[in-house]
């Protein structure tokens, strides 16, 4: 590789970050079109327009993605919900004719039998499935609802033991709220007994100031005694959590992970929450997160957008926390710099020092390898 090292000037010492392709993880938000309507979901006041991901575009991402010998898997994900792209299927069976494994998130109300029998066909690696309550629950958020999410998750099921196939891993995504906390053990019970492999279980980002009401992470409720009410429950799964307090330390899953996110326009974000622009509350405070891009698959390949010098210093600057604490400093309420993620006052450009997925508050299904398969 031509020019095996970045080198920048830092407080006197010269410091070499190596440009190497080591990407694990590629996101693909082939649309960001969605099929519900959900109240909480930031999607509803963001200032983006709607698409969905040309066939090319998407093909040669995938020719783009074999220049990275370490890249374990290609997530379908981003903000829309995949099923609704007139190509998913598409989509999926390229990926896995071309040898990557493949994770996705959905809601599950687009994956018919048709469909389901197709994923488990393939060997879809792993499925993530949005799900707030269980069927005996009500919430007034009513995200999404619940028999149509387990419905999909025992269709999965049944269809991988009729076709006598181990994959897809089946993974759920609960959002933690007032509306639901209580019963998040229940939840975990429940989704136990249904057979899933993986439980996510994160936490809310406020979009308008009405909203924060909802959260669990302010202390305004008991979040100790549930989780370990769900630290006692053995379901045969994999369960994360987030942190329900704010602590000091910070850590970002796509970074560390070496994940990038590309919209589906050709944007190539370093997350998923740099992908849009939007409103935001962190604890009270209002402000906007813009989109950020190191640049767009169109022009130039995805190899020399992951170890250009913007992403490959803005890697190392997060991976190693060289940025401020915004979330608990004692002049967030004048400060302009918390108004929205432009920059941040060490110089960073985008800031991440107002993070809520930095203080793992915030989870994503950032998927893992274990013995059997991925989770």
């Given amino acids: 590789m031509k020019g095996e090292f970045h080198t920048f000037k830092v407080g006197g010492a010269t410091l070499s970050i190596p440009r ?64 609704v792209h007139p190509r998913f299927l598409d989509m999926v069976t390229e990926v896995k004719k071309r040898g990557f494994a493949l994770g996705m998130s959905t809601n599950g109300f687009l994956l018919t039998k048709e469909r ?3 994923l488990v066909e393939l060997e879809t690696d792993l499925i993530y499935i949005s799900l707030d309550t269980i069927p005996t629950q009500t919430t007034r958020l009513g995200h999404i609802m619940p028999s149509v999410a387990v419905d999909r998750i025992k269709l999965i099921q049944e269809t991988k033991r009729e076709m006598g196939k181990y994959f897809p891993h089946v993974g759920v995504e609960v959002v933690a709220s007032k509306e639901n906390y209580e019963h998040l053990p229940d939840i975990a019970r429940f989704l136990g007994e249904v057979g899933i492999d993986s439980l996510l279980i994160s936490n809310i980002v406020p979009i308008r100031p009405e909203h924060s009401g909802t959260i669990v992470y ?93 992403y490959s210093w803005f890697r190392f600057v997060v991976e190693n926390a060289l940025y401020p604490s915004c979330t608990d400093c004692p002049l967030n309420t004048s400060c302009s710099f918390v108004q929205d993620t432009e920059a941040d006052c060490w110089g960073n450009t985008p800031s991440c020092a107002d993070c809520l997925w930095a203080r793992r508050i915030v989870l994503c299904p950032v998927p893992m390898k274990g013995i059997k398969g991925y989770w």
Wanted: glycine share 8%; hydrophobic share 35%; charged share 35%.
């Fill in 218 to 310: 302010d202390g305004s409720v008991d979040m100790d005694s549930v989780v370990k009410e769900l630290q006692s429950i053995y379901g045969g799964f994999v369960l994360r959590l987030p942190e329900f307090k704010l602590r000091t330390e910070r850590h970002c899953d796509f970074v560390e992970n070496k994940t990038a996110v590309i919209r589906w326009d050709g944007e190539v974000a370093p997350c998923y929450r740099l992908l849009h622009t939007y409103p935001e509350v962190v604890f009270g405070r209002e402000k906007k997160v813009l989109a950020y891009s190191f640049g767009n698959v169109k022009d130039k390949g995805l190899k020399d957008i992951w170890t250009g010098r913007d």
């Fill in 116 to 118: 389901v029998r197709r």
């Fill in 20 to 83: 190497k392709a080591d990407m694990r993880y590629l996101y693909i938000e082939i649309t960001n079109r969605c099929n519900l309507h959900c109240e909480m979901c930031f999607k509803q006041y963001w200032e983006d327009r709607e698409g969905d991901m040309e066939w090319e575009l998407f093909l040669k991402i995938l020719d783009d993605a074999e220049d990275f010998p370490d890249l374990e898997m290609i997530y379908l994900g981003g903000i829309g919900e995949p099923t």
